[in-house]
Antibody, heavy 122, light 110 residues
Framework: QVQLQESGPALVKPSQTLSLTCNVSGGSISSDTYYWNWIRQSAGKGLEWIGRVDTSGSTNYNPSLKSRVTISVDTSKNHFSLKLSSVTAADTAVYYC??????????????WGQGTLVTVSS | QSVLTQPPSVSAAPGQKVTISCSGGTSNFGNSYVSWYQQLPGTAPKLLIYENNKRPSGIPDRFSGSKSGTSATLGITGLQTGDEADYYCETWDSSLSALLFGGGTKLTVL
């Protein structure tokens, strides 16, 4: 059974860089069938896609966050990472990692991490 | 404000049927399939429907999906109190090269 687990600091100071890692277990991160996503959710709000990476390291980012986001993959460690720079209180949210499975005809998020709350505060 | 539009809330009595709509545009719904996710309170989202109308293993047939043009609909029959959750539609936008989520719909089973 595939499992995803987010890890990283729960508290980040304003203007600093938020860094999270998603460890993938029960399956290999190295497959052309998958993209690896970061998605966040502010308290009481909806889901917001941050970006994705594939096993080759190719990325796509939410246009509204693109200038501050870097997502990378480390196949040797079977994990992928998120860096969000110049954070403000508006970046306080639960951050989820999720696997996007792409079959012959469609793609969808089939496995999600439990989520980790990151608070931006001094 | 989300590019995909969902009603903020819907409600119905136990045993009844409810539908949740999701409307988008040609650059997303016109080119891509729609997925639906259920988020129970305090938990991560869970895949409910993919490829517009397909259910993953383990999802009961009380849940159904459809898509027509630039709109999609999630249907839930035989409502149970355990169905109370937030429901999100999702698709890929080819012009933005971005994954889009609807704003979410809170289902209350009265």
């Amino acid at each position: 059974q595939v499992q995803l687990q987010e890890s990283g600091p729960a508290l980040v100071k304003p203007s600093q860089t938020l860094s999270l890692t998603c460890n993938v277990s029960g399956g290999s991160i190295s497959s052309d069938t998958y993209y690896w996503n970061w998605i966040r959710q502010s308290a009481g709000k909806g889901l917001e896609w941050i970006g994705r990476v594939d096993t080759s390291g190719s990325t796509n980012y939410n246009p509204s966050l693109k200038s501050r986001v870097t997502i990378s993959v480390d196949t040797s460690k079977n994990h992928f990472s998120l860096k969000l720079s110049s954070v403000t209180a508006a970046d306080t949210a639960v951050y989820y990692c999720a696997r996007r499975h792409c079959g012959r005809t469609s793609c969808f998020e089939d496995y999600w991490g439990q989520g980790t709350l990151v608070t931006v505060s001094s | 404000q989300s590019v995909l539009t969902q009603p903020p809330s819907v409600s119905a009595a136990p045993g009844q049927k409810v539908t949740i709509s999701c409307s988008g545009g040609t650059s997303n719904f016109g080119n891509s399939y729609v997925s639906w996710y259920q988020q129970l309170p305090g938990t991560a989202p869970k895949l409910l429907i993919y490829e517009n109308n397909k259910r993953p293993s383990g999802i009961p047939d009380r849940f159904s999906g459809s898509k027509s043009g630039t709109s999609a609909t999630l249907g839930i029959t035989g409502l149970q109190t355990g169905d109370e959750a937030d429901y999100y539609c999702e698709t890929w936008d080819s012009s933005l090269s971005a994954l889009l989520f609807g704003g979410g719909t809170k289902l209350t089973v009265l």
